[in-house]
């Protein structure tokens, strides 16, 4: 059997004219409280995979906070390019969506979204306290949060025979390549990630390692986070 991959699988996503091979983002929710001259600032960030995501985590965090005075939000996408969207929701223009923004861009998050909802103390704050206020909430919430580096991971599927399966199990970690799985039958079958600058060291190694009896399958590129042993999307 031969070795068969791709070398230019999917094009890597850009920023600018940068080839954009890792971006950060947050692992998982994070919540926390502000109080600033009698009105509270929750604000509440949560990872996102697109902008459905976004808007699902606004009409939850709506819905928990009806009686709120604003529910205000911001939130960056990567794809072909980075797209973003804020709301001041009733605030002063430029008080609070624009501020909360500049919190996400100036710490480079990508893929998050940051929901800032007031309740209202009666004491008026002037639109420079506003910005700092629901600014300082996100730079809050953001302290809480666990940030993690997405890499851009080939994702290929390597058949082999029980007489290889060590020896390429052992080349791959050395390589810090990931299996997420491994399957068992007539011959195994490994789940493999890698980062996808070492793709073709992978396939090269597995091809010498069995004199070219191991298929490798290239099924594309993904972002993920290695954790535990695993890449997690």
Do not use: Q, W
Request: hydrophobic residues 40%; proline residues 2%; aromatic residues 10%.
């Amino acid at each position: 059997m031969n070795s068969l991959y791709t070398r230019d699988i999917i094009s890597a996503v850009k920023n600018g004219d940068m080839m954009l091979r890792a971006y950060k983002t947050i692992l998982e929710p994070a919540e926390t409280e502000l109080t600033e001259k009698k009105s509270r600032f929750i604000a509440y960030f949560a990872p996102i995979s697109g902008e459905g995501d976004a808007l699902s985590v606004l009409e939850r965090v709506r819905k928990t906070h009806s009686a709120a005075s604003h529910n205000c939000y911001a939130f960056r996408i990567l794809g072909d390019s980075v797209y973003e969207r804020y709301s001041d929701d009733g605030e002063p223009g430029g008080t609070a969506g624009l501020p909360m923004l500049g919190v996400l861009s100036g710490s480079e998050l990508y893929n998050i979204i940051v929901v800032v909802t007031r309740y209202f103390g009666g004491v008026l704050l002037g639109t420079g306290g506003l910005a700092r206020a629901y600014s300082g909430a996100v730079k809050l919430a953001l302290a809480e949060a666990e940030i993690i580096e997405k890499k851009l991971f080939a994702k290929l599927r390597i058949l082999c025979d029980y007489s290889s399966y060590g020896k390429i199990s052992h080349e791959l970690l050395r390589l810090g390549a990931v299996v997420n799985n491994t399957v068992f039958e007539s011959e195994a079958e490994l789940l493999v990630f890698c980062e996808s600058r070492a793709l073709e060291d992978v396939s090269v190694a597995v091809t010498d390692i069995t004199s070219g009896r191991a298929l490798v399958f290239c099924e594309g590129e993904v972002f993920g986070f290695a954790h535990n042993g695993k890449v997690i999307f």
